[in-house]
């Protein structure tokens, strides 16, 4: 079965999503589901990006089988490593991704960052953190969407040029393969064209470099969201070489 192994649920500062409503568009979408709440610890701003994993664990694990996996999304970021490896250990989770979602402690989300800052600067300190953090976390499965800052970064081109960054971007799968991690292939951007054009150079490399396996994720925070583009991302994939995975006890396992 495909797993959607990227999703939010209420137990996510930034969703509200009902676990039955999420399970309900699974089914529809004929697809099985992790759930990767957030935790970002020290998150800069108003919401706070933390949750009990005990009560996580209560509310979901009668939800818990073969249509449902439960996992957590950790931002990566130096201070914080040591807790967030004390939050893994807490309950037994199936998938634990890592994910860059700040730099210098910006928010990428929000326009600061970029202010005076040169796509090139930026997306250079971007892959060369994520590479850094990922051979520094020795408690995540899977590296979450790579192409994170190019939903946000406030640049006239919405692009992951992988031949103006593959120095960056190579630093980053090597990090990820020598450190026995997945790529995740996040299909949130997938709709456009251009976004898959520009995403295929980078997980060929990836299997260039010795990359197998890759997980699919939509990043859902609403029902419609979940399964999106699933289509085109199992295109990239194979079109890459690429088998799909996802986890159970954090143990990868094929999708037929
Ligand atoms: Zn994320
Ligand atoms: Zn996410």
Known sequence: MLFDSHSHTKFSADSEMQA?????????????????EHLDLDFPGEDVFEFSPQKYWQE??????????????????????????????????????????????????????????????VFHAYFQTMA?????????????????????????????????????????LRAVIETGKVMELNT??????????????????????GGRYVTLGSDAHTPEAIGVNFAAGQQLAAAAGLQLVTFKARKMELCQ
């Open 20 to 36: 039955k409503d999420a399970l309900q568009a699974a089914a529809r979408a004929g697809v099985g589901l992790v759930f990767t």
């Open 60 to 121: 979901y694990l009668p939800l818990r089988g073969d249509q449902l996996r439960l996992g957590v999304e950790i931002g990566l970021e130096q201070g914080t490593l040591a807790r967030s490896r004390a939050f893994v250990a807490e309950v037994p989770f199936d998938l634990v991704i890592g994910s860059i979602h700040l730099l210098e402690h910006h928010d990428l989300y929000y326009p600061d960052y970029y202010r005076g800052r040169s796509k090139e600067q």
């Open 132 to 172: 850094e953090q990922i051979r520094a976390c020795d408690f995540c499965d899977v590296l979450g969407h790579i192409d994170y800052i190019v939903r946000y970064a406030p640049y006239e081109e919405h692009t992951l040029d992988y031949t103006q960054f593959h120095e960056g971007i190579d630093a980053v």
């Open 188 to 209: 949130r951007r997938l709709g456009d064209k251009a976004a898959c054009e520009d995403l295929l150079p980078v997980y060929q490399r990836y299997h260039a470099l």
